[in-house]
């Protein structure tokens, strides 16, 4: 009998990771799930610090500013723009503003700087890529990340090459290596479709973002492919797991991508440190129907003695500091 399904089977991969190792993922909103997954299992990272960058060029370009902690002076004037009264910058998300040019400056290279303070110490830096598809300011001819709601007549509207990709990406690249040469780069293409592109258009898009990734792990030993998309599009491959807008993967897609995403990048003492810490998380939600029972205070204590055997491995401390504040409720 054949399989009802296409199961992708990645091998674990050579370079592995654990909680002692921070990551910093960047680009589209798929970063930010990645991130996250990260954050709640404990690793240390810094999630998009920048905001949503749909972009590869765009991502490239911040990654390089962060390392020379400073935009770059020939067309930062070129690109803040003011709408409705307050000031945004073309190369970072919305998030970002001011009511004046110079405050939002400011936030800007404050963000500059702390990614900067990270990068130093980072070791794995996570880059999903959303889309292809790009803007160009007319002005300058700039590739920008963000149009900020300002008319089309402001931008052209540009198809990415590989060729465009990886220049961006070798001038990145070269930056981080040359501040933390042990560095490893992680590509992967965001399972998001952009529907609005067309989905013809959408599969142009994320198969020039799956060839530039390809072409780049093959010209860089320590730039690594991780399958997200075709984990969604291939191996799950059913609309069940999409969200209601037929467009975001579902918390079980994520969490299904995750555990592959583990499986092959973490090492196996920060794996056996998830399974326990699983138990743990679902312990910490549990809310009894009496609280105030003996049975209850005893769950809490085993608990906690859970959490400070994990405190050696992780920062739970603020976890453990809700289960003391719960068994004081229950004297």
């Not at 799956?210 to 010209?219: M, P």
């Not at 209601?244 to 499986?263: C, G, L, N, R």
Request: charge should be neutral.
């Amino acid at each position: 009998m054949s399989s009802f399904r296409t199961e992708l089977i990645i091998s674990p991969a050579a370079f592995q990771w654990g909680l002692g190792n921070p990551v910093l993922t960047l680009g589209s909103c798929f970063a930010e799930v990645m991130g996250r997954q990260l954050a709640e299992n404990k690793l240390p990272v810094l999630i998009n610090p920048f905001g949503t960058i749909f972009n590869p060029v765009s991502i490239s370009q911040l990654i390089t500013q962060s390392v020379n902690n400073a935009l770059p002076t020939d067309v930062s004037n070129s690109l803040f723009t003011q709408r409705y009264g307050c000031w945004f910058h073309h190369n970072f998300h919305s998030r970002f503003t001011a009511n004046s040019q110079e405050a939002l400056q400011q936030q800007i290279s404050l963000s500059l700087n702390q990614t900067n303070g990270f990068l130093q110490q980072t070791d794995v830096v996570l880059l999903t890529f959303g889309t292809a598809w790009a803007h160009r300011l007319k002005e300058t001819g700039t590739v920008v990340a963000n149009c900020h709601k300002l008319p089309a007549t402001h931008f052209d509207r540009h198809l990415l090459t590989t060729q465009e990709i990886a220049a961006a990406f070798d001038s990145s690249y070269r930056a981080l290596k040359a501040i933390r040469p042990q560095l490893h780069i992680i590509l992967t293409v965001s399972p998001v479709r952009h529907l609005k592109d067309t989905i013809p258009l959408n599969q142009v898009s994320k198969s020039t973002l799956r060839l530039a990734c390809h072409e780049l792990t093959q010209r860089f030993g320590d730039v690594h492919y991780f399958p997200s998309y075709e984990f969604m599009m291939d191996d799950l491959r059913d609309y069940r797991f999409y969200q209601p807008d037929m467009i975001h993967p579902t918390e079980v897609a994520e969490a299904y991508i995750w555990q592959k995403f583990s499986d092959i990048y973490l090492n196996p003492e920060a794996r056996e440190f998830i399974t326990e810490w699983a138990d743990i998380r679902k312990a910490l939600v549990h809310r009894p129907f009496q609280p105030e029972s003996p049975a209850h205070r005893t769950f809490l204590e085993n608990t906690l003695g859970k959490l400070e055997k994990v405190s050696q491995t992780a920062n739970v401390s603020a976890e453990m500091a809700e289960v003391r504040q719960r068994l004081e409720k229950t004297k």
